[in-house]
């Protein structure tokens, strides 16, 4: 049984330690085989673009020996091109100055590794000598590979200004790729957004976007196929040690790390989950937990961005990563090209996507994320109180499962009132606690009389709960009669009634002064 790549973002070292190789190489053949030269890709972070870009390095490189029994191996004539490979990530935001200095380093190592003599001191024109010369050295066209090339931006995007300035040092850098198509036999850019003010994209009109492609939906993560195939041995092991069968496993592995499209119809798992839930043998929100975009807490906490997230399906047109800008990022783009929604379908007709949130592990990430942000303290604690709260509403103990919801929500609810937040924000906010908590629940459950806010289900008891918003605190009592009369005259619980569990009408009122409940208990 091969090795799990954890964190392997090189080809090369990869073959070297007999890790599995999910073969993507019939993707980087259709590449290499059309009459384009220039691609751009846009995949979240730790979904492979990495080893992507290091397996079409070694092609060009004409490392033929590395590829024995792939798909490309014999497809086709193994020939030798200078590659640069560009990694964008790691360089200092901190300051334009600092900025420069490091893309400068980076540059001139890889000049040194070329055996190039290059004095100047621009970025820009650093690059440019550099492509020419490897040019005039080899005789032969240049392949160049840009990696994360948007993450310097990204990076700073809490401080415009300095974003700014990143993002117009790296558009005469990049205008380079563009001047110097001539002598360039392939170029590849990835990276997770499309900043339509850097020259990447407003310079090179050859340059093919293929993030939405179809026939490209697989080139990152790995198929259900893709799974079973290459890693059918680990996932024999795994059921192994949970005591149960392969069928459920793979239900379970579906469940928590599959449903990220990019086209609406080819699926796939998160690789680097999926890579680490076979080495640690436990269900977790790995990708989440390697590091989260600055900028990813701020668009979630703008406008009505969480409760939109949240809702189980979005509708956008088909030009909604399109057009992003600095000072305007399209928050919704955004957050599907970090991997926070996904496409659930497409609608040819209308020319618009039904986005939704792909999995299990985002779910977790996006609640831990905000109510870590909110409750502003240890995160033992967070997961304590999540854990408190499961296990009061298991026991039908609802005061303590009221209080120890305050407590998560109470920098929320106690110091950040203010005009943005309503009653949809506060009824996310719930949701995110229930999915943190780990419990059973249906958000806006809908039935014949209309639609509740949330049900949560138990062994023994089940919660129809309706959440209301009172702005001051004395408004909170008139607040709960209003979402328990709802309830009651809606017959929210009725469905729930005659299964054998108590059933509790709840009513929970969110004000500036705390969380209030009132409960009624209808029996079995």
Partial sequence: ??????????????????????DKTAYMLQMISSSGRAFFLSRPRRFGKSLFLSTIKAIFEGKKELFKGLFIEDKIEWETYPVLKLDMSGLDITSV??????????????AVAEGLDIDVDIPASFLSRMIHQLHEKTYKQIVVLVDEYDKPILDAIHDLKNADEIRAILQTFYGVLKASSS?????MVSGITKVSQTSIFSGFNNLNDISL??????????????????????????????????????????????????????????????????????????????????FLLKLL?????????????INVPDTFTDGQTIEKLNSIGLLFQAGYLTIK???????????????????????????????????????????????????????????????????????????????????????????LSGIDHTGESTHGGGRTDA??????????????????????????????????????????????????????????????????????
């Avoid at 002598?183 to 170029?187: G, I, N």
């Avoid at 906490?301 to 399906?313: F, H, I, M, P, R």
């Avoid at 605190?473 to 054998?500: D, R, V, W």
Wanted: glycine content about 6%; aromatic content about 12%; charged content about 20%.
């Fill in 455 to 524: 049900v949560l289900s138990f062994k023994a008891h089940v919660y129809v709960v309706e959440i209301k918003y009172a702005a001051p605190k004395k408004g909170a009592s008139a607040a709960l009669t209003t979402a328990m009369n709802q309830i009651k005259e809606t017959s929210y619980h009725k469905p729930y009634l005659n299964q054998g569990k108590t059933v509790h009408l709840l009513a929970l009122a969110f004000s500036k002064g705390g969380l209030a409940f009132e409960e009624e208990v209808v029996g079995l």
């Fill in 97 to 110: 100055p600092e900025f420069k200095k490091s893309l400068l380093n980076k540059l001139q190592d890889m």
């Fill in 183 to 187: 002598v360039l036999k392939f170029l």
């Fill in 1 to 22: 049984m091969k090795g799990l790549p954890i964190g392997q973002d090189s080809f090369e070292n990869l073959v070297a330690d007999n890790g599995v190789y999910v």
């Fill in 301 to 313: 906490n703008t406008g009505n961005n969480l409760e939109t997230v949240l809702k189980d399906s």
């Fill in 345 to 435: 379908s497409f609608d040819e007709e209308e020319s618009s996507y039904v986005l939704k949130i792909p999995n299990e592990e985002v779910r977790k990430a996006i609640s831990e994320l905000v109510l870590t942000d909110i409750y502003q303290d240890n995160i033992s604690n967070l997961h304590v109180l999540s854990k408190n709260i499961r296990l009061a509403f298991s026991e039908g103990n609802t005061a303590l499962a009221v209080e120890n919801l305050d407590i998560l929500l109470s920098n929320t609810t106690h110091n950040t009132h203010d005009s943005n937040k309503n009653e949809s924000h506060y009824q996310a906010l719930f949701q995110l606690a229930m999915i």
């Fill in 213 to 294: 492609d179809t026939s490209f939906a697989g080139i990152c993560g790995y198929s259900q196929q893709e799974l079973e195939h290459f890693f059918t041995g680990h996932i024999d092991k795994f059921a192994e040690k949970k005591n149960k069968s392969k069928a459920e496993v793979l239900t379970d592995i579906k469940y928590w790390y599959n449903g990220y499209s990019w086209d609406g119809k080819v699926f796939v798992y998160n690789p680097y989950s999926v890579l680490l839930l076979f080495e640690k043998n436990l269900y977790k929100p790995f990708w989440y937990s390697t590091g989260t975009p600055t």
